[in-house]
């Protein structure tokens, strides 16, 4: 192992933990200087494959790429805080026109924000005006932010509302989780269980469907496991809000622009959604959070929602600049992704059956989830082991990242060298194996 822990990375630790208030650093001593491309380096110059992207905002790049720089340091000399909820500007139209092509026909409006929680913030405020409806679906396993409205949506972690609540009128059900099904029951056999729960409890014996303005759903769920659940789930969601005059509300803060090989997750499972929400990755490094609606569902009343750096003008010219090379370049960016995603899925299926403590890998395009457990059978999940794996393959210089209660997720820039890949899957394995009793030969 060549990283060691120096004066300098100690020392800058110390500061952090004595002038800021505690939240969620990770346990590896990474102290970032700069990143290009695939790589972090760190203050004292080691270097560190990325299967991170610094939380999925990466997405064509560590540190994104040089035309994109340029736009931001262009608009910077011009002006770089436009007030635009208050003022007219050109350049976050521009954007918005330029996003909404990559939208289903009928979609035509647009809210910029900071953040993916502002997003889902913005989003749920429009729902249940919209719909003039108080209550909200979400589910188990859920992330959505940490502020008050989205964090009354959030279901993933107890430290995450603790001490926070009492939380908005916000009703929780199980997620279509298949490898732990709440139900005991396994898929294609369960006929969606899950679908049934929702009307049978939460809509018949909790919240009045007549009441209820949206469901909350990620596609894929990021925070709570990196879950990929069945098609028939999400459909079967579109129908319960169809059938109750509910908008159907997707999070694609983390699974949205081309992570799962298309620009909208949701696009996975042949749905569409009434409001869409965006951020990571759509800033291109930059604070950006974006809450796209269907065009039918109509307008705010002037001064009902605002804020003061929504369409911020740096922010957005970067943004344009990320997407026009997205655009450009949409059937290379796909077809790379895929043939990326089967690289990575056949090592760790290989993983899986090689390693005890592997019991479940899943994914689309390049939002990969592993699961680690005690062992097959039981199923125990196997936090401390996870926690080793990313810790060690750390030390060996691969930054990974934790999702869900045992689960690695596996999020590299959607460009990345297949070599460089490669060699981040072989730090994964020698991790496994490290942590692993037993390894099947």
Not at 310 to 322: I, K, S
Not at 349 to 366: C, K, S
């Amino acid at each position: 192992m060549g990283f060691k822990v120096d004066n300098r990375i100690r020392r800058a630790i110390e500061r952090d933990r004595k002038f800021m208030i505690t939240t969620t650093k990770e346990d590896f001593p990474l102290v970032v200087q700069k990143a290009s491309g695939d790589y972090i380096y760190d203050v004292s110059g080691n270097r560190f494959i990325d299967f991170s992207t610094f939380i999925s905002v990466y997405n064509f790049g560590d540190n994104s790429r040089a035309e994109v720089r340029t736009a931001i340091k262009k608009q910077m000399d011009l002006l770089m805080h436009n007030a635009f909820t208050d003022y007219y500007s050109e350049g976050p139209v521009n954007f918005a026109e330029n996003l909404l092509k990559m939208f289903p026909s009928g979609f035509g409006k647009v809210f910029f924000s900071n953040s993916g929680t502002e997003a889902n913030e913005a989003a749920l405020k429009f729902a249940r005006i919209f719909t003039k409806r108080p209550y909200v679906l979400a589910f188990y396993g859920a992330f959505h932010g940490r502020t008050y409205g989205s964090l009354s949506m959030t279901a993933s972690k107890t430290v995450q509302r603790e001490g926070a609540g009492p939380f908005g009128p916000v009703v929780h059900a199980p997620y279509a989780y298949c490898y732990r099904c709440p139900f005991k029951l396994e898929y294609p056999s369960c006929g969606m269980a899950c679908v049934d729960y929702i009307k049978k409890y939460p809509l018949a014996k909790e919240i009045p469907p007549g009441e209820t303005a949206a469901i909350f759903v990620e596609a894929v769920q990021g925070e709570g496991g990196y879950v990929v659940p069945p098609k028939e789930f999400i459909k079967g969601l579109r129908e319960i809000a169809d059938d109750n005059g509910m908008l159907l509300v997707d999070d694609e803060v983390q699974a949205g622009y081309m992570r799962t090989g298309k620009f909208l997750a949701m696009d996975n499972f042949g749905v569409k959604a009434d409001i869409y929400t965006f951020a990571k990755s759509i800033g291109a490094g930059l604070p950006l959070g974006v809450t796209v609606t269907r065009s039918s569902l109509g307008d705010m009343k002037q001064g009902a929602h605002a804020n003061t750096f929504g369409g911020n003008a740096t922010v957005v010219a970067g943004a344009d600049a990320l997407l026009a090379y997205v655009k450009k370049n949409m059937h290379r960016i796909e077809s790379g992704i895929h043939e990326r995603s089967r690289i990575v899925m056949k090592r760790l299926n290989a993983m899986m059956d090689r390693y005890e403590i592997v019991g479940d890998v899943r994914g689309i395009g390049l939002m990969i989830g592993i699961e680690i457990v005690k062992d097959k059978k039981s199923k125990t999940p196997g936090i401390t082991e996870r926690d080793a794996i990313i810790k060690r393959a750390f030390e060996l210089g691969l930054v990974l990242l934790p999702a869900g209660e045992c689960s690695i997720r596996i999020i590299p820039q959607l460009e990345i060298d297949k070599k460089v890949l490669e060699n981040g899957l072989d730090i994964l394995e020698e991790s496994i194996k490290a942590v692993s009793p037993n390894a099947h030969t």
